[in-house]
């Protein structure tokens, strides 16, 4: 460990007295953000025993999932795909297509028509 390396170099008299207590607490401060991720983790998995419908804690290990994404060399595909199938644009398409067929019959009302 560093601290100990820093203590034979003060019993040396290589380095003072204020170096190993500057390790000393630089040490100690990284004991206590140790001991309080392991709660956090403690804590996170508790909640989540509870949110999953556990009784007591349990420990969960997490593992790496392989994704198999096939993703397409372009994304212009998916753009393309995305605006297709957007609610608002194609409740405008719908609308369109439902003036385009109401507007076929009224130009059919308007062109004059020869009677014999």
Request: without cysteine.
């Amino acid at each position: 460990m560093a601290v100990d390396q820093v203590s034979v170099l003060v019993k040396n008299q290589l380095k003072s007295t204020l170096d190993e207590s500057f390790d000393q607490v630089a040490l100690s401060q990284a004991k206590l953000l140790l001991i309080q991720a392991q709660s956090g983790v403690q804590e996170a998995e508790a909640a989540l025993s509870t949110a999953l419908g556990f009784q007591d804690a349990q420990h969960f290990t997490l593992t790496e999932v392989p994704l198999n994404l096939d993703l397409p060399d372009s994304a212009d595909n998916l753009v393309q795909l995305g605006l297709n199938q957007r609610p608002e644009l194609a409740a405008l398409r719908h609308e369109v297509d439902a003036a385009h067929v109401s507007l076929k019959p009224n130009k059919l009302r308007n062109i004059p028509r020869l009677q014999r």
